[in-house]
């Protein structure tokens, strides 16, 4: 008993030298995973770090995007404003320029309806007055005889019936006529005529002239 109590003694010197080794190593193990895992971490803080400035730099520049276009559509709505304002003065401008010629257009309407009516009646009293001479001359110069129109003072006014027997060629609105009636002759030298009546002379035909 007494010789295996130094063997048992280094056995477990032996077992105890081992597990401190073993410890030793195993420590160094944690030691390296232990600073693999800061440096992981570290990384990793960095990374977040870089996402955080990235995020915030995204944000200031939607940021300054939203203040230009805010900026962009104050002015174009102020532009728009503005057109709409021209546009309606100029609507505006138009319609009372409509208006004035509308205006102006009845006016001349009514004036010229007046002067139509005014001219109707003029040519009306004209025409009437017209009539009235022509009644006056026509009872004041009756179908003369033969012996009245011989005894007519040369280049006075005189008015006859007699029948067609001959004429010369008509000729610029004129014509010459040969006339007899049943108490004498008729010499008519140039008289007016159109070139339809000068057809209708045909030696017979009744004229009064």
Do not use: H
Request: net charge negative.
């Amino acid at each position: 008993m007494k010789k295996a109590l130094p063997i048992i003694l280094a056995l477990v010197a032996c077992a105890a030298i081992v597990f401190c080794v073993v410890l030793n190593n195993q420590k160094g193990d944690l030691d390296k995973a232990k600073q693999a895992a800061e440096a992981k971490v570290n990384e990793i803080t960095a990374k977040l770090t870089d996402t955080e400035n990235l995020k915030k730099a995204a944000e200031d520049k939607v940021a300054e995007l939203e203040g230009k276009l805010n900026e962009e559509a104050e002015s174009a709505k102020a532009e728009l404003e503005s057109v709409k304002a021209d546009a309606e003065a100029k609507i505006a401008e138009l319609t009372a320029k409509v208006s004035e010629l509308e205006a102006q257009a009845a006016a001349a309407a009514d004036a010229a309806k007046a002067t139509v009516e005014e001219v109707k009646e003029t040519v009306s009293e004209t025409a009437e007055e017209v009539k009235e001479t022509a009644e006056e001359a026509a009872a004041e110069l009756s179908v003369m005889t033969y012996e009245q129109y011989a005894a007519a003072p040369i280049d006075s006014e005189v008015l006859v019936e007699t029948y067609v027997q001959a004429n010369q060629a008509w000729w610029d609105g004129k014509i010459t006529v040969y006339a007899q009636s049943e108490d004498g002759a008729y010499f008519i030298y140039n008289m007016a005529c159109s070139e339809e009546d000068a057809a209708k002379l045909v030696p017979g035909t009744k004229i009064r002239v």
